[in-house]
């Protein structure tokens, strides 16, 4: 048995639904992201969970318990969780010490024991020299670590994070995606973690689900979701993708409307019908001259755009019949706009998707 699960779960509002029926299993000590679009259900799947709103259909379930359903809905404050607001929420009057011993205190733990266990989260958090400061003088970073050390001392069965980083610039958010980590890695509180950032997900997560209009598209390990995308919608959301259409010859290879004909190494194409075929920016070869084969799975186009970003170039081929596709190449593969070119899709890399 799973230790946090979610039945058939549903939430309307009227006439309109925003949770459509998920389902989810997730092990004790697993930190799982629900990763996808604003408007899309995750935050409300995660306050149905909370026990902020109430569930229109199904159930949320911890540690076999039904804690969430049409009929019952425990309180939030006797479901033993802490959840994390994108907004720090830290009492301004209170220092670092007592902002992280409130909910001990509302608990009415001993004086000796909080010193103890605040003491231990403190140092856990790098936080032991800012004891005695107030929130107004600590930096973003600074604030959303004290925000996690109160969630975390009072050791919660379940950790909910709702965009727990988007209010902190770009450094301070990548240094805080692997504090998260390891935070967890040294506690290993079951997390639900909500972001539409695939980043953070990528980076934090055991278990990342993608959501797409109230329901679950895909589950699975970052590298799953990344390397097999199921849906189209997959594909597009977690990294840099193109997506070419065609159909199906009944075997593995797509005919594209343009002429490009890709036999695909994975996923499932549909016998005869349409079949939308995955293929990832840097996964693309490109160069001056014809790859060597029979024709499939390469394609001849124009350079319209060429970035150069570093530690690569990025490039937007028009393909003959119309279609553009973007790849990405070493530095030392500069063409300029305006060149003919050549474009290879391994067939490894090509993978179909249903759509």
Known sequence: MSFLELD??????????????????????????????SGCGKTTTL??????????????????EV???????????????????????????????????????LRRLPATEIKERVGRILESTHLGPLAGRYPSELSGGQQQRVSLARALVVEPQILLLDEPLSNLDANLREEMRFEIRRLHDQFRYTTVYVTHDQSEAMTTADLIVVM?????????????????????????????????????DGSDTVVCAD?????????????????????RHHDIRIGTTPPAGDGSNQASGVVERQIYLGS??????????????????????????????WLHFPPEHCRALTH
């Open 67 to 105: 804690v969430s359903s049409a009929s019952r809905n425990v309180p939030p404050e006797d479901r033993n969780m802490s959840m994390i607001f994108q907004s720090y929420a830290l009492w301004p009057h209170m220092t670092v010490f007592q902002n992280v011993a409130y909910g001990l205190k």
């Open 8 to 37: 058939g779960l549903v939430k309307a509002y009227g006439a309109l639904t925003v949770v459509k029926g998920v389902d989810l299993a997730v092990d004790r000590g697993t930190l799982v992201c629900l990763l996808g679009p």
């Open 212 to 248: 797409n209009a109230g329901r679950i598209e895909q589950c699975g390990t970052p590298e799953d979701i990344y390397e097999r995308p199921e849906t189209e919608f997959v594909a597009r959301f977690i990294g840099g993708t193109n997506i070419l259409k065609g159909r199906s």
């Open 259 to 279: 002429g490009v004909v890709l036999r695909c190494g994975s996923g499932r194409v549909s016998p005869g019908g349409e079949t939308a075929v995955s293929i």
């Open 312 to 341: 690569h170039r990025d490039y937007l081929v028009k393909l003959s019949g119309g279609e553009r596709v973007r790849a990405v190449a070493p530095v030392n593969v500069a063409i300029p706009v305006g060149q003919q070119v």
């Open 47 to 64: 306050r149905l969970i909370a026990g902020f709103a109430n569930a229109s259909g199904g159930e949320v379930r911890v540690g076999g």
